[in-house]
């Protein structure tokens, strides 16, 4: 935020313009690294995010965006996007076909869905503890 770096992704570099017209709403602003062994709840987002972390937080509901929360605006320089299939959804056909009652040949599949649970159309992990 004090320009000590360059943003080269243009999303990231909507994400700075952003915050810098926010910051011209404030008399004063102090912006201060905190290292993520001092801030355990920023560590701990920082793990969910990642997918990554002992017991891997199964009781938090994660929610994937489907697009950015900002605009990018036209004049920044944009990235190649490469989309590649959605790995989620064979195990949410799966899911709704043994749920219809269907019959699933694949083993692997079967598995893969048993560790999964649809709420609203959305692929939550199954957690030790809970009910689902």
């Keep these: 935020m004090n320009d000590s770096f360059q943003v080269k992704d243009a999303l990231l570099t909507a994400y700075h313009q952003k915050v810098l017209a926010m910051l011209t ?22 793990k969910l995010a990642l997918g990554k972390g002992k017991g891997r937080y199964g009781s938090i509901f994660q929610l994937t965006l489907n697009e950015p929360s900002v605009l990018v605006p036209d004049d920044i320089e944009k990235s190649p996007v490469v989309l590649m299939a959605d790995w989620r959804e064979p195990i949410r056909r799966a899911i709704k076909s043994m749920g219809d009652g269907e019959l699933v040949r694949d083993r692997v599949m079967i598995k893969k869905a048993s560790r999964y649970v649809l709420i609203r159309d959305d692929l939550c992990k199954r957690g030790f503890s809970t009910p689902y």
């Design 25 to 46: 709403r404030f008399k004063t602003v102090k912006i201060e690294h905190i290292l993520r062994s001092d801030n355990v709840r920023a560590d701990t987002l920082s």
